[in-house]
């Protein structure tokens, strides 16, 4: 069964504005990613949280967690037309340092110009 | 900086071919995964190595094998292939386990 499931699936905002998505998944985590791939290209690496973190910033991103709810979420702020892409996070199931990330389904972020 | 590289970048085969799919990993690291990505799928985990030693297994189907070399390279080998196996195929690289994988560009095979 599928561990992360991310939502939206599709999201349309504005150039400038802040986009949100946000990370369920299942199972005890190590860490959480958030990868950016490109309409069928590559994954990018984004963010790595790990168990023991509640928030990362890095630049325009701010990633959150909360191991309570099994939650995580991606903020992008003023956002650009450049940043139209799919997201998603991974996650790293325990028992720690597990050889494999589990993907969630994917937010599909639209900026118009 | 180096990055994974995966070769080829695009591959076309017929059904029941066989195809052999390579990735490099950044230098110094020593664990590879492979992935699986359908058209409009998110990735899915085949299998990863570590040290040359097979380290965790995933959806892969019996008809794939894979290996690590001495180099650390990995090899995907994909026999039988079936329409289904059409995909973008992701290396991914890390330092160790539990530490950020960083992905390929991907290999895309289109099986006829």
């Known amino acids: 069964s599928q561990q992360g499931e991310e939502d939206p699936q599709a999201l349309s905002i504005q150039e400038g504005e802040n986009a949100t998505m946000n990370c369920s998944y299942k199972?005890?985590?190590?860490?959480l990613q958030w990868y950016r791939q490109n309409s069928g290209r590559g994954l990018v690496h984004l963010i790595l949280i790990r168990s023991n973190e509640r928030e990362k910033h890095s630049g325009r991103l701010r990633v959150t967690l909360d191991t309570s709810k099994k939650s995580s979420s991606l903020l992008i702020t003023a956002s650009r037309a450049a940043d139209t892409a799919s997201y998603f996070c991974?996650?790293?199931?325990?028992?720690?340092?597990?050889?494999?990330?589990?993907f969630g389904t994917g937010t599909r972020l639209k900026v118009l110009a | 900086a180096a990055g994974v590289i995966q070769s080829p970048r695009h591959l076309i085969k017929e059904k029941r071919e066989t195809a052999t799919l390579k990735c490099y990993p950044i230098p110094r690291h020593d664990t590879v995964y492979w992935y699986q990505q359908g058209p409009g799928q998110d990735p899915q985990f085949l299998i990863s190595?570590?040290?040359?030693?097979?380290?965790d297994k995933g959806s892969i189907p019996d008809r794939f094998s894979a290996q690590q070399f001495s180099d650390y390279h990995s090899e995907l080998n994909m026999s039988s292939l079936e329409l289904g196996d059409s995909a973008l195929y992701f290396c991914a690289s890390s330092l160790d386990a539990g530490e950020t994988q960083y992905f390929g560009p991907g290999t895309r095979l289109l099986v006829l």
């Open positions: 991974a996650t790293d199931p325990f028992p720690s340092g597990t050889y494999k990330y589990i």
């Open positions: 199972t005890s985590i190590n860490n």
């Open positions: 190595f570590y040290e040359k030693m097979q380290s």
